[in-house]
């Protein structure tokens, strides 16, 4: 059997980059153990978004070879000075953020017309989106916490947001709507902290989202992987701050021990199963295949909140995603196999549709 010419995608024009490029390299030495089955090709998206095909997957380096993505009957890639190409059975985006996980990534991905693990077009562009993720997660029966929106071309009254802030009471965050990874976000203790928490935010999205707090809420989160057809939900897992308030992108990146990781998290097991349901019904309402990080926040009387969905998570071995199937006894390896498998079915149902009336 010939092996699968796999392109596994990382780094990008995002503020996660670094932490793309951590996860790809996981992801990129399991599937090139599978020497039987995979032909691996790691490819750099550097942060002006040059593209470059590499001898192993990490940081740039002046030997990457300069690549561009093309619409060839004959090839998905090809070097710019013509001394590579190929035609890649699959394509491993393993990128966070914008121009990442957004959508827009897909959306080229469409027009290469190539298959690629994770979520469409629709499912990524409303998973990035904390404001309409929130409301589908609401319809799906999922509970939310109340929040307000304001952005950066739109003037706002300030008075009548403090009051709102005011009503809810404090502390509230403040977070860029369509950021992953904790970048931008800030939490308000004090009215006059409100504004310049929203300033801050608004440096790295044109929209900030400004929610009720759960103060030192727990975070709990279930990962899940597959299609409509056939979903599997994980454990739920805990992290819990050791450094700061929350868990803040210092916590999750930069201070080392900054948290600590409980699977299965020490939760009810009803809690438990209610939660893993929410996550699977949100997965399935926006459209979602492949795989994805749905997180919540538990307060002190142990009543918890849809906070976010990641739909392109962390996949380095330390990252949750892995950990909270490896709790229920999953093979990481294995599961890495599926979704590109899921990948190639998904993409084959897509190519069986008409085009014509």
């Known amino acids: 059997m010939s092996l699968l010419k796999v392109v596994v995608l990382y780094g990008g024009k995002s503020t996660e980059h670094e932490v793309s490029v951590h996860s790809a390299q996981t992801v990129c030495r399991i599937l090139a153990d599978k020497k039987d089955k995979y032909q691996i090709y790691p490819v750099f998206i550097s942060k002006e978004g040059r593209w470059f095909l590499q001898e192993s997957c990490g940081p740039q380096t002046p030997g990457d070879k300069p690549i561009t993505p093309v619409l060839r009957a004959d090839a998905t890639f090809a070097a710019l000075d013509g001394s590579f190409c190929a035609a890649a059975d699959a394509v491993f985006p393993v990128l966070h953020g914008t121009n990442c996980e957004d959508g827009t990534m897909q959306g080229f991905l469409e027009t290469l017309n190539v298959p690629y693990v994770g979520c469409g077009v629709l499912a990524s562009a409303m998973g990035m989106d904390k404001e309409i993720s929130k409301l589908v997660a609401r319809e799906a029966g999922a509970p939310v916490l109340p929040c307000r929106v304001v952005s950066k071309f739109r003037p706002y009254d300030k008075a009548r947001l403090e009051r709102w802030v ?10 860029p ?8 976000v800030r939490k308000v203790k004090e009215l006059g902290e409100l504004h310049r928490a929203i300033d801050f935010a608004l440096e ?14 727990r975070e709990i989160f279930c990962a899940i992987y597959g299609d409509e057809n056939n979903l599997k ?15 803040d992108y210092n916590a999750k990146y930069i201070v080392a021990g900054g948290c600590e990781t409980k699977v299965p998290a020490d939760i009810p ?11 699977e019904n949100i997965f399935r309402a926006l459209r979602g295949s492949g795989l994805a990080r749905v997180d919540f926040l538990m307060d002190k009387d142990g009543k918890y909140y849809f906070s976010e969905i990641n739909t392109l998570p962390g996949m380095s071995e330390t990252s949750l995603f892995p950990q909270l199937f490896e709790a229920c006894g999953e093979d990481y390896g294995l599961i890495l196999e599926r979704l590109i498998d899921l990948a190639r079915e998904v993409h084959a149902r897509k190519a069986a549709l008409s085009l014509s009336r």
């Open 269 to 279: 097991a009803d809690v438990a199963a209610h939660m893993r349901q929410d996550s």
């Open 204 to 217: 790295f999205d044109t929209d900030v989202m400004i929610e009720k707090g759960v103060d030192r809420a």
């Open 166 to 175: 005011l009503e809810q009471g404090l502390p509230v965050f403040v977070k």
């Open 233 to 247: 939900s994980s454990a739920c897992g805990e992290l819990r701050t050791v450094a700061g308030e929350f868990f």
């Open 177 to 184: 709507v369509r950021l992953g990874s904790s970048v931008g």
